[in-house]
């Protein structure tokens, strides 16, 4: 059966969606198979720290019902501008563009009740007729799961460079990551390796590392499912206290543990995308 003939509406918007792409040299995507694992605190420090070594990173947040990344950078009040019937993101110093729907809500309370083809339109237009310019980097915050939304996402950047799985180490969260490497691997979608993420508590007065979730629950999973582990962040209050202060600890508090390992996780991603 020959396939239908795309409209001239469908042409330009094709049109638009490789033209922006296209300037964009790699695409990662940060996805969990559940909320609460700190996928957003993940995507917020890889964007920040890949700018910080002098990438041009864009960091878009997908979480359409649920856009926290406004709020880890102390932007959530910025309004949006347009040029050349485009949207410009927010820049953040040193070199980081963000796209949100918390810049388009008309109050921080403000909820989304949108059903999926709704939020499929959104991110459709986030990636199309937003003004993202010529990118080394562009991170991808996803919704948590795999449904829909995820699914849309895979389907307009069929050509992402890979995916960056986040868990905590407790069972139910490593369960639930399985199930992101799954659909990542339905999709066609390289998988770059898995985060372990809250791996430990660290002290603030003693430094001592206490494992109140547990450890080692992504490593093996990744070792299971013969996937690269990039990393474990281990759970420090600094790394929340930035967070609602708007300043990722990349770029707060350097030398701490957490600091360090998402520097750590950022160049082995680097390392592995660039050899690709």
Not at 1 to 26: A, G
Not at 121 to 129: T, Y
Not at 174 to 197: C, H, M, W, Y
Request: aromatic share 4%.
């Amino acid at each position: 059966m020959p396939k239908p003939m795309m409209s001239s509406e469908d042409i330009l918007s094709e049109t638009k969606l490789h033209d922006s792409l296209s300037r964009i040299r790699h695409v990662i995507i940060v996805m969990s198979g559940k909320g609460g694992v700190g996928k957003s605190t993940v995507s917020s420090n890889l964007a920040q720290a890949l700018s910080l070594k002098g990438y041009q990173t864009g960091l878009m947040d997908l979480d359409i019902t649920g856009p926290n990344i406004p709020k880890m950078f102390r932007i959530e009040d910025e309004k949006l501008y347009a040029k050349e019937d485009k949207l410009v993101p927010v820049s953040v110093p040193p070199s980081l563009s963000i796209m949100s729907m918390g810049f388009l809500l008309p109050d921080k309370d403000s909820a989304i009740m949108w059903r999926g083809p709704m939020k499929t339109s959104a991110i459709r237009q986030f990636i199309e007729d937003v003004e993202w310019g010529d990118l080394d980097y562009l991170i991808i915050d996803m919704p948590p799961g795999t449904g829909d939304e995820a699914l849309s996402i895979v389907q307009l950047i069929p050509k992402a460079d890979g995916v960056v799985i986040v868990t905590t180490p407790q069972d139910v969260a490593v369960l639930d990551s399985r199930k992101s490497i799954t659909f990542a691997s339905q999709a066609n979608l390289p998988i770059i390796g898995l985060v372990e993420n809250m791996s430990g508590f660290v002290c603030p007065h003693c430094g001592e590392l206490t494992e109140i979730f547990g450890s080692g629950g992504g490593e093996k999973t990744a070792e299971d499912l013969k996937i690269r582990f990039l990393g474990r962040v281990p759970l420090e209050p600094g790394v929340a206290v930035s967070g609602d202060a708007g300043m990722p600890i990349v770029i707060s508090d350097p030398d701490s543990k957490s600091a360090v390992a998402f520097n750590g996780i950022v160049d082995k991603i680097i390392k592995t995308v660039e050899k690709k």
